[in-house]
């Protein structure tokens, strides 16, 4: 929170046009953009089908979308599924949405052309400096990996 913040004033201050909008309804007319990015958004807004096809929308023809999200490989999606039906953690297991490199390129695939998706591996938390476990799912071994994804809209 205290980067975005940050970040806030940062363009608060720099004088860049900046909006405040729900992702699944953006303010802005068809064909606006040539270029449309979103870091971290896809995975927390509440429809994210419906924010795509809104940035499609708003994106000219040929118009080229980024998305960065977290992605979670096969085992740490299923240590979280686990943690939740046992009890062990009562987080949403819908908000954050859990993606995975697949899941993310045919979301964006149903109206756009995927280019390319680029993986960062993550390290498992045993590996990282980090506070101390407030929860017993901080304890398990789960990977968090960031994905960046290139697209093209489709004529």
Same mark, same amino acid.
């Given at each position: 929170?205290?980067? &975005?913040?940050?970040?806030?004033r940062d363009v608060f201050d720099s004088g860049v046009d900046h909006? =405040?909008? /729900?992702? =699944?309804?953006?303010?802005?007319?068809?064909?606006?953009?040539?270029?449309? *990015?979103t870091l971290n958004e896809i995975d927390v807004c509440r429809n994210?089908?419906?924010?795509? #096809?809104?940035?499609?929308?708003?994106?000219?023809?040929?118009? &080229?979308?980024? *998305?960065?999200?977290?992605? &979670?490989?096969?085992?740490?999606?299923?240590?979280?599924?686990?943690?939740?039906? %046992?009890? *062990?953690?009562?987080?949403?297991?819908?908000?954050?949405?859990?993606?995975? =490199?697949?899941?993310?390129?045919?979301?964006?695939?149903? %109206?756009? =052309?995927?280019?390319?998706? /680029? *993986?960062?591996? %993550?390290?498992?938390?045993?590996?990282? #400096?980090?506070?101390?476990?407030?929860?017993?799912?901080? &304890?398990?071994?789960?990977?968090?990996?960031?994905?960046?994804?290139?697209?093209?809209?489709?004529?």
């Amino acid at each position: 929170m205290d980067q &975005y913040l940050a970040l806030r004033r940062d363009v608060f201050d720099s004088g860049v046009d900046h909006f =405040e909008a /729900v992702a =699944e309804r953006l303010p802005f007319a068809d064909r606006s953009f040539d270029l449309c *990015i979103t870091l971290n958004e896809i995975d927390v807004c509440r429809n994210p089908r419906r924010a795509v #096809q809104e940035l499609g929308r708003v994106l000219d023809t040929p118009g &080229y979308l980024v *998305i960065g999200v977290n992605t &979670y490989p096969v085992a740490s999606r299923a240590l979280r599924v686990a943690a939740s039906a %046992g009890e *062990i953690w009562r987080g949403s297991l819908s908000n954050p949405r859990v993606f995975s =490199e697949k899941s993310l390129c045919s979301l964006v695939g149903e %109206g756009f =052309e995927v280019v390319r998706c /680029v *993986i960062e591996r %993550g390290d498992y938390p045993a590996k990282r #400096q980090k506070p101390k476990p407030r929860k017993l799912l901080d &304890y398990l071994p789960y990977r968090c990996d960031k994905a960046t994804l290139f697209a093209k809209k489709r004529s």
